[in-house]
């Protein structure tokens, strides 16, 4: 089992990423929010990974900047219905300790917004992640006592919505708008991500 990579980053591509470590090329499987913070072209990055076996495909291996992420995946994973691909969509909508405040809040709106959940599978995610140690630290208790609010989840998710009713990809609409977030911090609205998403796709 695989559970850490460290590396220079080869390529970027929509769904996954080229990680070369001592001259063998690792072909890892990463969200949109993953994909959108990592490192340039030719920097290192350290990826927390977890391989999942298929009968279908057979084995492959997921990426995550941070442990918790893992984590989560690992528990979304374990939930009846949730395949990696819409564990993946989960944390592309919200992170660990945004995902600990929706369950605590019983937030299925905000988890059902992840691409491929619908609002029964969303209930049941809330339900089964109950009192699961979702997130490291303090962040998990402010999550979890905070309330209905405006996150930024939701402010990216409308933007990451607007552009695709432009016309560009899921994928890439969600990695332009993350690299938004990064680069002007999670209280920007959503024009303002709309906007800085155009400009980077140079619209």
Request: a neutral charge.
């Amino acid at each position: 089992m695989i559970g850490r990579l460290r590396g220079i980053v080869v390529e970027i591509g929509e769904e996954d990423c080229l990680i070369d470590v001592g001259g063998v090329g690792y072909v890892v499987r990463c969200g949109a929010r993953t994909l959108g913070r990592l490192p340039a072209v030719g920097e290192e990055t350290i990826l927390h990974t977890e391989n999942p076996w298929s009968e279908q495909i057979g084995p492959q291996l997921y990426g995550f900047l941070a442990r918790d992420e893992r984590r989560a995946f690992v528990l979304l994973r374990a939930i009846q219905g949730v395949g990696p691909k819409a564990a993946m969509a989960v944390l592309d909508v919200v992170s660990p300790a945004e995902l600990a405040g929706a369950v605590a809040r019983e937030d299925k709106a905000l988890i059902g917004r992840a691409s491929g959940v619908g609002p029964k599978l969303a209930q049941r995610i809330v339900t089964e992640l109950k009192d699961k140690p979702i997130s490291d630290g303090p962040a998990v208790f402010a999550a979890a006592t905070a309330g209905p609010r405006a996150a930024a989840p939701s402010a990216a998710g409308e933007a990451v919505a607007a552009l695709m009713g432009l016309g560009v990809a899921e994928a890439m609409a969600r990695r332009v708008i993350d690299q938004a977030v990064v680069r002007m911090g999670e209280d920007s609205d959503v024009s303002a991500l709309i906007k800085a998403g155009l400009q980077e796709l140079g619209r």
